[in-house]
Nanobody, 115 residues
């Protein structure tokens, strides 16, 4: 069974930085697109960033220029470097991995930005 395990969340001050990582383990044939989503209290889950297997990236407008997504295909791991964090970045962050037959989700990691 494939699992996604996230790490790196926590509490950070406004303007600070955090780095998230998400590693897939188990019987994995091939992971295509990987991404990060987030869900703030009372809000819907939103897409933050995605990265294709070949390295093509996309970002929601609110994080462009501040966040950077990357991946290591050999390690089946995706990363999210978050800089210049804002209060509105506070949310539970989830990683996602798409295979040919399934969409996998991590358990979520809390990111809290304080003033």
């Amino acid at each position: 069974q494939v699992q996604l395990v996230e790490s790196g969340g926590g509490l950070v001050q406004f303007g600070g930085s955090l780095s998230l990582s998400c590693a897939a383990s188990g019987s994995i044939l091939r992971i295509n697109t990987m991404g990060w989503y987030r869900q703030a209290p009372g809000k819907l889950r939103e897409l933050v960033a995605t990265i294709s297997r070949g390295g093509r990236t996309s970002y929601v407008d609110s994080v462009k220029g501040r966040f950077a997504i990357s991946r290591d295909n050999a390690k089946n791991t995706v990363y999210l470097q978050m800089n210049s964090l804002k209060l509105e970045d506070t949310a539970v962050y989830y990683c996602n991995a798409e295979t040919l037959s399934s969409s996998l989700w991590g358990q979520g990691t809390q990111v809290t930005v304080s003033s």
